[in-house]
């Protein structure tokens, strides 16, 4: 039985990615055929495409009263995209960053982290329960809409292409819309119900699940993306995407996740969010290690070396 539930969490993710792969391409065709600039594309639509699986699967578990895979996806995502990402990016290619990606993005992306620490320990700020509420997802979204006014503003500084963008016809692009939103409908709902009978299965929490093998599956698109970054030597959208997923992880996912359902926060889940805050910091400061603004192989080394033995905790705390 478990063995059914394991393929259909494996389907769900393929009809997730191929989803979020013709949702991108139909909708930036009609955005190019719109004549609007291949930057303001990039920045937005292809950037809010990686981010796609993560949204839909949290969406679904918060319709659903998941609320641990809802703030496992999210946690256990950033950390992936930093220490796994990033960590296989660097080993490929060293990654070479931009001044306001050392100074202004990776700082968002720590900001994000540190607020979703804030918002998620109310018992320690005032009486009551953990909780992220829909107030805490309105403030979320509140930091997100400046985000966005900051990356529109790097949009009016920068009319490079940001991407290769096909010019399909209205029709294919229409159909190609509409089968990714279908296809990450159908994919998320497969991976939220079998993630969530495979934790039974195995007596595990669906915490445990979330930050684990959802985490994972939800990180593809971006792994995919920023793998093929470093290995074409563009340093900068490999290490630009992954900083935008995370901020865009917390500040609009998790936001719209607890403005539909408020999020009941476990205590024990503080080890993953000051880890996450840690290992942000740790990219911040690698900034500054032997040459400057560079992400260097036994770095990226080390930072799968961290993942790998962050995985090893829920192994051990299941054992």
């Not at 600039?37 to 578990?61: D, K, R, Y």
């Not at 700020?125 to 979320?140: E, P, Q, Y």
């Not at 016809?169 to 939220?192: D, H, R």
């Not at 503080?270 to 036994?298: A, H, Y």
Request: glycine share 8%; with cysteine; hydrophobic share 55%.
């Amino acid at each position: 039985m478990i063995l059914v539930e394991i393929l259909l969490f494996i389907v769900g993710f393929v009809f997730l990615i191929k989803g979020a792969d013709l949702l991108v391409k139909g909708a930036s065709s009609i955005a190019l055929q719109k004549n609007v600039p291949q930057i303001v594309i990039g920045l937005t639509i292809v950037s809010f495409g990686t981010s796609t699986p993560e949204l839909v699967v949290n969406v679904l578990a918060s319709l659903g009263g998941n609320s641990e895979i809802t703030i496992g996806n999210v946690v256990g995502s950033n950390i992936a995209n930093i220490l796994l990402i990033l960590g296989i990016s660097g080993l490929i290619y060293p990654l070479h960053t931009k001044k306001n990606t050392v100074w202004k993005e990776i700082p968002i992306a720590l900001l994000s982290s540190l607020v979703l620490l804030v918002l998620a320990n109310d018992a320690f700020l005032l009486s009551g329960v953990n909780l992220i509420s829909a107030g805490d997802g309105l403030i979320l979204l509140l930091f997100f809409c400046v985000f966005m006014g900051y990356v529109f503003a790097i949009m009016k500084e920068n009319n490079d292409p940001v991407t290769e963008i096909e010019s399909l016809p209205v029709k294919k692009s229409t159909i190609f819309i509409i089968a990714g939103i279908a296809g990450l409908t159908f994919g998320g709902k497969l991976i939220v119900d079998s993630a969530v009978s495979i934790a039974q299965m195995l007596k595990v929490s669906e915490a445990v699940i979330g930050f684990t093998l959802v985490a994972v599956g939800t990180s593809l698109p971006e792994l995919a993306t920023s793998a093929v970054a470093a290995y074409r030597k563009n340093s900068d959208i490999a290490i630009g995407n992954v900083v935008g997923s995370n901020i865009f992880n917390v500040f609009l996912i998790l936001g719209i996740s607890s403005v539909i359902n408020p999020i009941q926060f476990n205590n024990n889940l503080n080890i993953d969010l000051l880890f996450l805050v840690f290992i942000s910091l740790l990219l911040f400061f690698f900034m500054f290690t032997g040459k400057k603004r560079i992400l260097d192989r036994w770095e990226g080394a080390l930072f799968v070396v961290l993942y790998f033995g962050y995985l090893l905790r829920f192994f051990l705390l299941e054992t």
